[in-house]
RNA sequence: UGCCCGAUGGUGUAAUGGUAGCACGAACGACUCUGACUCGUUCUGUCUAGGUUCGACUCCUAGUCGGGCAGCCA
């Protein structure tokens, strides 16, 4: 081959990744085009604090702050917590740390790319000046924002501010109807509802008994301020939704000042509002309530730009479920050991799972943003999270069902040094000795005394390479009295270990195996989709359909190195898969590890 | 039988009136000191019926199928 210097003149192509695109980030950029906010996207994740964050979360997180940064603007964490009897300060804080994992270092890698706009003004009358007045990095903001989160209830002052101007304006009344004949009276889909006999109260009265609310001088449901707009609309959202509502309970974030709460319509669009959020993105069942969404902010006095909702379809993932309610009876009824049990879809437990939040990130994004229901399979996910972990997990040996096998030609007490790369196709990732003895353990499944056809492992005669060792030879099979097999016996060809004459001979198969010498003990656990049906829900029965073997727990052979693991550390087990010591259970000494997932296999599912 | 939304290979997604592409998956093959990775080849698609147009996945009409909406939840 001629070194012909082809390309020598011509640019490189910095192989920048292309930003990912949907109909929302085109709707974005159409509005970056046209300078439609001087001032900056600006996006927000909103959960309600009421549960871990889970998967389906992964794709608005990233949906949210990816638009954000790419357009080199800001995405706030905000708690959309105006239900305080459902809510508390443990959820703040799991999705806040769960956020902020997420995102972490994920600014640095995308703003590797061009941003695509300026980045946003401070926001004048905000609640939260101290926040937006700064033009940080947009890297440091987004880390700023995701650490410290905003909170709908820190606008309840405003709120009630708008309320008062609604009515005022002849927009809302209060509602002395009792929930079963609120709900009486606003009809049904298909036939209109009827108006309430307190929709004409006179302004000052509304304006009396609402202020009265606020005070606490009335019960619990008792009334409710409303917005007057269509009892007859198609519209369910349209006939004359509820406001406020009185609950004489203490909020987690406010204290215990206030008893009347705003109900998620009228928070969200103005919390939306109060922020500077230029583009408010939600799931689809939100969509019947953009004219609402739409309804308030027009009918109110704002004299700034008005953020606009747009929604997409929430993510469905294969043999899993991501309803916050169910989630919790898993939790409650001890079908998993916690929200951060490994095998359920939260953040927390993927995170302790092992799974990089680069893996998740990148599966997310690649599923893409759309208004089809769709049902992702879990392969799809399994690939990013393989992929992920392939190019940075250091590779270490591990036995998880341990065979002995002895080299009968290896002494008692001799150890012979083998050197083992950390990431074969990275050399500069180091290596580590492990030291080949007279006795080892192999995995269990490796020897088969008859076996199956193109079985490339150990049989009786057959030879097969140790890992980074050497070839070997089956000699003789070692029984007890019941006829089980204790221990093979085999010879080491010392000649095929590298750098040795024979080192290039090939055999078909090469195993995995631990110096019985030096091995450490370790509590392994595997793990398995947690339901045996791709839909669990779709019956409406999940819990029948709970794997029952999602969890197996073994006592396995580890190679000495992994003695010091960390769960910040994440490992290929060769030929097992990739594991990452337990954050929770494991100790020095007693180390537990995880295993996020398997290797691809594409032999023993024939 | 109200209103809103959607429909592209097995799955997810792109094509924004002009060559139906990408990824996952599957099959086969190459490579391999991981039956992994990597590489190569192959596979399968525009819901139906009309219409507009030189030309339709794209626009229009009707239908079919699917999802969402009747919490003082979000």
């Known amino acids: ?113 061009k941003p695509r706009g300026a980045l946003p003004s401070p926001v004048a009358d905000s609640p939260r000046p101290d926040l937006l007045a700064s033009p940080a990095p947009v890297a440091a903001n987004a880390d700023h924002a995701a650490t410290e989160p905003f909170f709908a209830s820190d606008y309840f002052e405003a709120l009630y501010g708008y309320a008062e101007q609604l009515i005022t304006c002849g927009k809302a009344y209060v509602c002395d109807l009792t929930p079963a004949e609120t709900e009486a009276y606003r009809g049904s889909p298909d036939t209109p509802g009827k108006n309430s006999p307190f929709r004409d109260r006179p302004v000052a009265e509304s304006l009396d008994l609402f202020r009265r609310m606020r005070a606490g001088e009335f019960p619990d449901a008792a009334r409710t301020l409303r917005a007057k707009i269509d009892m007859a609309s198609p519209n369910i959202w349209l006939r004359d939704p509820l406001l406020y509502r009185i609950r004489h309970v203490a909020h987690h974030h406010a204290g215990d000042g206030w008893p009347i709460y705003p109900l998620y319509d009228f928070a969200h669009c103005l919390s939306d509002y109060l922020e500077g959020i230029t583009h408010s993105i939600c799931t689809l069942e939100f969509e019947v309530h953009r004219p609402l969404y739409d309804w308030l902010l027009e009918s109110l006095d704002l004299p700034r730009a008005l953020p606009r909702q747009y929604e997409f379809a929430k993510l469905n993932l294969a043999y899993t ?80 069902r341990p065979l002995k096998l002895v080299l009968t030609n290896i002494a008692p007490g001799e150890t012979i040094d083998c050197t083992a790369g950390n990431l074969p196709a990275d050399p500069a990732a180091g290596a580590r000795t492990l030291g080949l003895t007279r006795e080892v353990f192999i995995e269990t499944e490796d020897f088969a005394e008859v076996p199956p056809p193109k079985y490339f492992r150990l049989k009786p005669g057959g030879d097969v390479r140790l890992k980074y060792a050497c070839i070997i030879k089956c000699d003789e099979l070692v029984k007890d009295a019941a006829g089980n097999l204790v221990e093979i016996r085999c010879t080491a060809d010392l000649s095929t270990r590298a750098g040795q004459a024979n080192c290039d001979r090939k055999v078909k198969g090469t195993i995995h195996w631990v110096s019985a010498a030096t091995a450490i003990e370790a509590e392994v656990r595997l793990y398995d989709r947690l339901f045996t049906k791709a839909e669990p829900d779709a ?55 995880n295993r996020t997932i398997t290797l691809k296999d594409t032999w023993s599912a024939k």
């Open 321 to 400: 479920i991501v309803s916050k309610r169910k989630l919790m009876q898993l939790v409650q009824e001890n079908h998993v050991t916690g929200w951060d049990d490994p095998r359920l879809p939260t953040l927390s437990g993927i995170r302790r799972r092992g799974v990089p939040a680069s893996a998740l990130r990148a599966f997310v994004t690649g599923v893409g943003v759309t208004k089809f229901d769709s049902l992702t399979e879990l392969a799809v996910y399994e690939n990013a999270v393989r992929d992920s972990l392939n190019t940075v997990a250091h590779r270490r040996l591990a036995v998880l």
């Open 539 to 593: 019956d409406g029965d999940f819990k029948s359909h709970l794997n029952p073997r999602s969890l197996e727990v073994l006592t396995a052979k580890l190679e000495p190195s992994l003695a010091t693991a960390t769960s910040a550390d994440r490992f290929q087990f060769e030929r097992l898969g990739y594991f990452t010591p337990d954050a929770k259970d494991s100790a020095p000494g007693r180390p537990v590890f």
């Open 1 to 113: 081959m001629t070194a012909e210097p082809t390309t020598a003149s011509e640019p490189t192509p910095t192989a920048a990744p292309a930003l990912p695109s949907d109909f929302i980030r085109d709707i974005v950029q159409q509005h970056v085009a046209e300078n439609r906010y001087p001032a900056g996207i600006v996006t927000r994740f909103p959960p309600e604090p009421n549960g871990y964050l889970h998967i389906g979360h992964a794709k608005s997180i990233c949906l949210n702050f990816g638009i954000a940064l790419e357009n080199g603007g800001r995405c706030h964490l905000r708690m959309d917590d105006t239900n305080p009897a459902k809510e508390d300060i443990e959820y703040v804080e799991s999705i806040t740390a769960d956020v902020r994992w997420l995102i972490a270092g994920w600014a640095d890698s995308i703003l590797g790319l």
